[in-house]
């Protein structure tokens, strides 16, 4: 090893034990290690290093690597511990460990209620079981929606509820490509939900909340209610309600669109960006005050004060927690007179992140900072000095734009990855958006200084309104413009690490001037192009159909090779969220456009291919003696008919019946028992998930 690179790797030991420790992560995730196993890793490699602590200098040089094979294995085996005590499902007094059916619960409210469409939406704590016979505490936390019928409940943070009504398992949808709700829900300790009418709880007398999340709720409920009471306009509302404290439940899911797909989602994320502008500006207004012996002490007291309760106030999400850790080291740093290095800065955050929990590894805000940040300490002096300009505006835009580029460049796969697009435009709604957002974000926070002057605070809410409308309008104009975004990209989880293997030795080429990387960047983009052309070439081959899990509507793809003709309610063409949501994740899996079928006929309810049959059934059978039985290989139920299993026997030759997602439960079992008591195969989409059958 070359003495520079030696020293590199010295001065990051962070990054050192960050590495085994995400590997210890991921694969106690996935292979389920046991304890035991778990245990004699890190005994062994606790071992290890004691033993290499009592050898001589000169062995100890030569054996080095036995010191470093003992740490790793420390590192993997705390991942692996790690994972598993994060996991509520694994703890002996997981509610799902002692709840039934018919058992109640005693829930403690974790957040003032949201309102959406149909409902009250709240997470709640669950603390009780109570069965017949006893009382178990539990942990674990619900989903609770409470039906909308005029009247609010009364319910707060801390408030608890008594729940009679049985609480159902959170599953996936199962539709091809579709978001993995059920994961995402059991890394924040969810695994159940329930719907409540008004018959079906009981609020409680006594109550159960910590004083100082109280103090966080009140004061974002304080901070919600100055900008709503200032700002009247509602997407400007909510959209200062996004950048400033990250709560986005008001948010249009249009809105949100567009600003993904220009590229400038991060400002109404919460994002570091948000954090930075605030560590600026404190340090821009301790610098008046340097020469003061106060300020040395006082100085990171409040910068850190101000960063971490801006951070709670917006809920702590990766991004943003990720940013007031490495904060944190850069104070601290400068607190002590010792400067840090910017990497190793980067894998302690993510280090103590992970102790926290581990489930940040999938979460993709978490992925997206660290890769945005670790490619802008990389990238962004190389690029700045790519041009250099004298006037001092001009060279202000461009050191933005080289932050912005240098950006992408580890952030792109990533992109690719979870949302299958690239704004194309991101270069030029960036150098308008962000500094414009950092004028919003010191507006708002001017108008919660002023809030308690009347005058005052109404004429910041008009600017604050004003330049917000004028963030939206530039962003959903950009959005218009047809080559703005590149849509429907997809690779796998393979060829994204392969496209980073590639994007690294291509930096090492042209940083380094290493001819190696240059030929082996070549190889491995010639393997990621090969990868993605044998995809396409299995794609061309396939004909299949799909039966979506939609709750309450018709959703059927006829797939041919990278065509595909739609047959469903004509609500799915009209809105926007349930066909981005339901369908679009399948079509982009799949590569397929709407288009011709060349060897696929669908016609009058029935689908057809030459080894095929399907039927689609969404009316009640008439009463037909005498007949010959219609063959088919497959039957779709939609539309909750009313029939009887023998007497679709009776007319229909099948050998499998599939039932969607418009019938009601109840029904769908009726008619699964008549299936079994005939040896009929059957096929259950709101149970089971998106049906696929190849043609």
Known sequence: ????????????????????????????????????????????????????????????????????????????????????????????????????????????????????????????????????????????????????????????????????????????????????????????????????????????????????????????????????????????????????????????????????????????????????MIYWALKQLFGLFKRRKWNRFIQPLVILFVLWMFTFIAGGVPSILRSAIMFTCIVIGDTIGRRTNIYNTLAASAFIMLLISPFYLWDVGFQLSFAAVLSIVAFSKHVTNWFYFENKSLRYIWNMCAVTLSAQVLTIPIILYHFHQFPNLFLFTNILIVPLSGIILFAELLLLIVSFIPLLSEYTGKVVEGLVWTMNWLIERTNRIPFALTDGIQISIIQSFILYVAIISASIWLLRKNKQMMFAAGAFLVVFFGLRSLDIIKVNQQQKLIVYNVPQHTAIDVVEGDKFNFIGDSILLEDGFLRNFHLRPSRILNRMDEGILSSLSIDNGSISSENKKILIIDQPLSAQKNISKVKADAIIITKNPRLYINQLLQQYDCKLVIFDATNPLWKIRLWKKDCDSLHLRHYSVPEQGAFELDL
């Not at 069965?131 to 019928?149: A, W």
């Not at 700002?231 to 909510?238: F, H, L, N, Q, T």
């Open 1 to 276: 090893m070359q003495p520079y690179q030696a020293n590199f790797w010295r001065s990051i030991p962070f990054l050192r034990i960050l590495v085994p420790l995400i590997a210890g992560i991921i694969i106690q995730f996935h292979l389920q290690l046991d304890n035991r196993m778990i245990w004699v890793c890190a005994f062994t490699g606790l071992g290890l290093v004691l033993l290499m602590r009592y050898q001589s200098s000169a062995r100890l040089y030569r054996f080095s690597w036995i010191n470093g094979l003992g740490l790793n294995l420390v590192f993997f085996a705390a991942g692996c511990l790690l994972t598993n005590y994060k996991d509520i499902s694994k703890a002996e007094d997981w509610v799902g460990k002692s709840y039934k059916e018919n058992d109640a619960v005693i829930v403690t409210i974790q957040e003032p209620l949201v309102t959406k469409a149909k409902s009250y939406k709240a997470v709640a704590r669950i603390n009780q079981v109570i069965k017949k016979t006893n009382v178990s505490e539990v942990s674990g936390d619900i989903l609770i929606y409470f039906q909308k019928d005029g009247t609010k409940p009364n319910l707060k943070y801390g408030s608890q509820i008594l729940i009679i009504k049985p609480l159902q398992a959170i599953t996936n949808s199962g539709n091809p490509g579709g978001f993995d709700y059920k994961r995402y829900c059991a890394f924040q300790d969810i695994h159940h939900q329930v719907f409540l009418k008004n018959g079906d709880y009981k609020i409680l007398q006594t109550t159960n909340a910590n004083w100082f999340r109280q103090i966080l709720i009140n004061t974002r409920e304080w901070v919600l209610s100055v900008l709503r009471k200032n700002i009247s306009g509602k997407d400007e509302v909510a959209v200062a309600e996004a950048l400033l404290i990250g709560y986005r439940d008001d948010l249009d899911r249009e809105l949100v669109q567009s600003y993904s797909n220009t590229g400038v989602v991060h400002i109404i994320a919460i994002s570091g960006l948000h954090l930075g």
